[in-house]
């Protein structure tokens, strides 16, 4: 039976190759074939993902879609979760999740028993979905709360890393004070930066 393997981190200071081994090993236990391996580094809360689009486009019915966890296909809200999953149906693809053993019956059980297991394997699939949008939910609030309390005890405190650049917020602006008739594309080359960042500057300035 052929596998295809889904390798996601949230961010670019996260591996999403760091399952592969895992996986890896866990395909070749149960005899899988792998086809394909989709590694990308994107938030799970998001549904267009251009690697799992790809595996989703190519995998073919019967093929299985391996993960590690359920958390690592979906924190997605439920309406993109059962736009997933109904996708995942209609492709006629096995979800085989590594941490979840009735999953993995998936790869062997046929007729009454294979229904049987489907059905408790969708519950429970559909359980950790959920388990794992609420924990994000829960993880963006306490952020939330946390930057609030950061600015409510120092209005002048900013993120680390999310204020403006004063160096290049500078440089800019003695660009357009120097050459009022620029356009912005000129000035972001002359500033070396981006032009969305000259828009956001101008706003700002106009604003102030």
Known sequence: MNAHLYLRASTKDQDANRAKIALEMFACEKGLHI??????????????????????????????????????????????????????????????????????????????????????????IDLMATMARLDQEKRVERIKQGLENKRAADPEWKPAGRGRSVAKWNKVQDVMRKHPTMSADEVALLAGCGIATVYRIKRETKAA
């Open 35 to 124: 086809i394909g391996v989709y590694a990308e580094n994107i938030t799970g809360t998001k549904l267009n993902r251009p690697e799992l689009l790809a595996l989703l486009n190519t995998a073919q019915s019967g093929d299985v879609l391996l993960v590690e966890s359920v958390d690592r296909l979906s924190r997605l809200s439920q309406v993109d979760w059962d736009t997933l999953k109904a996708t995942i149906k209609s492709k006629g693809l096995r979800l085989v999740v590594a941490d979840l053993p009735t999953s993995h019956m998936l790869v062997e059980a046929q007729g009454i028993t294979g229904q049987i297991m489907d059905v408790i394997n969708n519950m429970l």
